[in-house]
């Protein structure tokens, strides 16, 4: 495991844990059931936050509960006291799927767009999450990336004026066994965006903390 | 500012800042509209995720999607490598800004029920929050809590088994200017979550990123 160790002797926890307090560890599902996680793990411009945001309006205006936790929006708040190193990319990835397991507990379907380019960083937060966690893998190659360069980061990487750069100085390490796989390169947008909403709904109905309804005569 | 400085110069959020994509900074709020955040702050079992969880079940039921972020959550995961001291209880706090912001901005009715003693901690989550922020103080004396005691903290802390355990050796700063007093000495429990729960309705009405729709003839 990479998370950090404590770093005060926690008496607290200790005292929770003692007294059973745990009520809030799966706290306050106020609809009742727990929603699935998306987690969308490719490289920089892959289309992820794309693919996120679209899938996540499709759902909303079915009446779904949605959120889009992505790397931009973590590293301007919540992550910002981290850089690139894999030390805190571990704890940035780890501080996201303990935020998608509290949207999760809250019955809201979570997308979370972020490179998390390490596998034991995105099995750590599949354990966080547990079993509503589920891997999408966007399958978009260094080259088709750097053409897009949507931020002009491949620009500035390959001048080497930014380090740690996943794909180039970093490694990228793809998904072995995702879920789901969307393609930007071989697919429409529009497509991808659609499967991906499809399986999140597929992945709502099957919530591990809900059983499914008595049928009635 | 109590805000960590960043651990490593992030050349990617230069490189951000200079190609103009603030689009996620305020992403996606697929409602269109961002929801209020009630800010619970009082002592160890004055009753701030009691009246939290009872205001969101209330507001769940009238179509509201919301979340709790209670202390012992936040504990038991995003701040777990953190302990009670006053730099720890900054960043704890500076985290559960963060994710009520991310939440808020989804659209969702976020309540934060977390001690947050300290009144610079707790106006840092108001600027990193914005004008959709709301202070709320659950007034309740510290004898009252002692008596309560649900967690057995007070017996514990006063047998010198915690430390920096808030009321006895480390101070709490009750808020100056509250945006909403609930107390659970002088009110029923059920007319303390109405009025706070009336209050986050009324809150959500007047959402800062919103223009009210024209009247039509």
């Not at 919540?78 to 019955?107: H, M, Q, T, Y």
């Not at 072995?176 to 659609?194: F, G, K, R, Y």
Request: proline letters at 6%; charged letters at 20%.
């Amino acid at each position: 495991m990479k998370v950090s160790a404590p770093k005060t002797v926690n008496i607290h926890e200790t005292a929770l844990a003692a007294t059973g307090v745990a009520r809030h560890i799966h706290p306050i599902a106020p609809t009742a059931w727990a929603a699935p996680v998306l987690w969308l793990t490719g490289l920089s411009g892959a289309g992820k936050s794309t693919l996120a945001i679209g899938a996540s309006r499709l759902l909303e205006r079915r009446g779904f509960r949605t959120i889009v936790i992505d790397g931009d929006a973590l590293r301007a708040g919540l992550s910002k006291d981290l850089g690139f190193s894999a030390e805190d990319r571990a704890e940035s990835v780890r501080r996201a799927s303990e935020v998608a397991a509290l949207c999760s507990r809250a019955g809201i379907t979570t997308f979370v767009a972020l490179v998390s380019p390490f596998e034991i960083d995105r099995a750590n937060a599949r354990a966080a999450v547990g079993g509503l966690f589920h891997e999408v893998y966007v399958d978009t190659d260094y080259a088709t990336c750097r053409a897009r360069d949507p931020k002009g980061l491949y620009k500035l990487a390959e001048q080497g004026k930014i380090r740690n750069f996943t794909g180039l100085d970093s490694p990228y390490e793809a998904p072995a066994h995702p879920d789901l796989v969307v393609s930007t390169m071989s697919e429409d947008p529009a497509a991808s965006i659609l499967k991906l909403a499809t399986y999140a709904m597929h992945a709502s109905l099957h919530s591990p903390l809900e059983s499914l309804p008595a049928a009635s005569a």
